[in-house]
């Protein structure tokens, strides 16, 4: 890939979100480039899973563009977001893959159809290779001995790690993460910051929203601190960390410095 538009997995421009008379997102633009991790932190009630909601079409923009890889999914016309078609929308969601902080596993299937579900009845993936790839995936994801237990029979930080392996089943050019963490404690939580830390060493792009500072510094490219519907300050983690505003500062405490 060139430099310049090829080169970037994702470009928001001017994104707005309104929930009657609460403006929830003001005006964000970034753009996220192949192989880039960018994380993205701020107090709750920011807009940071909002900001998520409308990158990955869950919820729509009110106003701004939305583009994957060239491809634009939406733009700005006369003050509004306007859609492409349906079928275009279909194509597009295909780059793009989600893990929820509350897993969204279906409970009656097993942890093998939990990931091959989406590939064979969305991509109409061959039912044989989508086992496959699925089968690999949680080798990967070290839930190789799991695939025939369902949900309930898995720990927190394995239901998580399965929510992964069913977004990576889709193959998708770039993943968000909304608080991935966020359900689990603490001994659960470092699995899963493993798993994300070697799909970051693999080059996966990624958005990372999430509460883990340290695990921020360590692993993005690129940092966002959003506030208030706005992106306040955005920089890489030395920049973040070292030089931040009176805001971010007050924000990230002590790893400050």
Do not use: W
């Amino acid at each position: 890939m060139s430099d310049g538009a090829q080169d970037k997995v994702l470009e928001i421009n001017h994104m707005k979100k309104v929930f009657g008379d609460l403006v929830v997102l003001k005006d964000i633009s970034l753009s996220v480039k192949k192989g880039e991790v960018v994380s993205v932190i701020g107090p709750s009630g920011s807009g940071k899973s909002t900001l998520l909601r409308c990158a990955t079409m869950l919820e729509r923009m009110d106003g701004g563009d939305l583009i994957y890889l060239g491809e634009t999914a939406a733009c700005e016309k006369d003050g509004k977001s306007v859609y492409v078609s349906k079928p275009e929308l279909k194509r597009i969601r295909k780059y793009f893959g989600l893990v929820f902080q509350n897993f969204n596993l279906f409970p009656h299937y097993t942890v093998l159809k939990n990931v091959i579900d989406a590939p064979v009845s969305v991509d109409k993936v061959p039912k044989r290779e989508a086992k496959e790839r699925a089968v690999e995936l949680l080798r990967q994801l070290g839930l190789e001995d799991k695939m025939d237990v369902y949900p309930y029979q898995l720990s927190g930080g394995q239901q998580q790690r399965v929510s992964i392996a069913r977004a990576l089943a889709l193959q998708p050019q770039i993943l968000f993460f909304d608080e991935p963490t966020s359900a689990l404690d603490p001994e659960l939580t470092g699995e899963v910051l493993k798993v994300i830390r070697d799909l970051a060493r693999q080059h996966m792009t990624m958005i990372i929203v999430t509460h883990e500072m340290q695990f921020a510094r360590e692993l993005s490219d690129r940092i966002i601190f959003m506030e208030q519907g706005v992106i306040q300050q955005q920089g890489t983690p030395e920049e973040i960390f070292t030089a931040p505003n009176a805001r971010v500062k007050e924000f990230i405490g002590k790893f400050a410095g």
